[in-house]
């Protein structure tokens, strides 16, 4: 991966890094109107800025499917030294979160993409449109997940019956190449949130070290254990600081929020 991915990418791919091969499992936990903020801060005490997910239905050649957004900017003191501006959409099947297209358009800092990728399931080819540098590309692939669908693939997936320390190998499309990811289950863990307390199940995604990341295991991710199996946490250690994104806000939910106490 590109080590200029800087930091709302690094929300996004962390925090949709668990997609396994598609299946038919039918979708149980998300739908449409669904949105969720979150709070993203530098070190844990100064504010970087906002994320957003959302989740719309719409049509897309003929078929009615869920059109993700995501999207991510700075604010207060971070933005005068480096202003974020990030978009990612993504149309996958409402049933089995089957992606069909994908849009990323970035500018971060100056460093900007902006790219549509199509997934073509007869031939198995994704055909990536590069906007910035005016070219055309097509990957073959297996079973992916994008970005964006992947979020929504995990939540959808049983993993009640994950054990400690298990690892799950998963592909994941981006910048027209397919990237390996694995997951490790950390165990559940109660959670202090500003929503209340809550039982979560822990993850970390063993990532490539770099100019980003301190080490392999710098990231950790908190999902809800309840009907919605939302992320409501992620910590990464940077090589300079940390980076932390809290859900704050939600709405539109599928099924209710578990909370031991608020």
Do not use: C
């Not at 978009?87 to 849009?103: G, Q, R, V």
């Amino acid at each position: 991966m590109k080590k200029r991915t800087l930091l709302f990418a690094l929300f996004f791919i962390a925090f949709t890094s668990f997609g396994q091969e598609i299946s038919s499992e039918k979708n149980t936990v998300f739908k449409n109107g669904e949105w969720l903020r979150y709070k993203m801060s530098y070190s844990g005490w100064m504010r970087a800025g906002t994320a957003i997910l959302k989740l719309e239905e719409k049509e897309l050649n003929g078929k009615k499917v869920l059109h993700a957004t995501g999207t991510g900017w700075t604010s207060g003191m971070i933005k005068l030294f480096f202003k974020v501006d990030d978009t990612y959409e993504s149309y996958f099947d409402k049933e089995i979160t089957k992606p069909y297209f994908f849009k990323r358009k970035i500018d971060e800092g100056g460093y900007k993409k902006n790219r549509n990728t199509t997934f073509n399931y007869k031939t198995k080819k994704a055909f990536v449109q590069d906007f910035i540098k005016k070219k055309d590309t097509s990957i073959t692939f297996s079973e992916v997940q994008d970005m964006l669908s992947s979020f929504y693939y995990l939540r959808n997936k049983n993993v009640d019956t994950l054990k400690k320390g298990e690892e799950i190998s998963i592909d994941m499309f981006l910048d027209s190449q397919i990237y390996p990811f694995k997951l490790r289950f950390l165990g559940k863990e109660i959670l202090e949130t500003k929503i209340g307390a809550v039982k979560t199940l822990k993850f970390r995604p063993l990532v490539q070290t770099g100019r980003i990341f301190k080490a392999q295991e710098s990231v950790t991710i908190w999902i809800t254990a309840d009907k919605n199996k939302i992320p409501i946490k992620m910590k990464a250690n940077l090589s300079v600081g940390s980076l932390r994104a809290d859900l704050e806000a939600y709405k539109g939910l599928a099924n209710s929020f578990e909370k031991i106490y608020n």
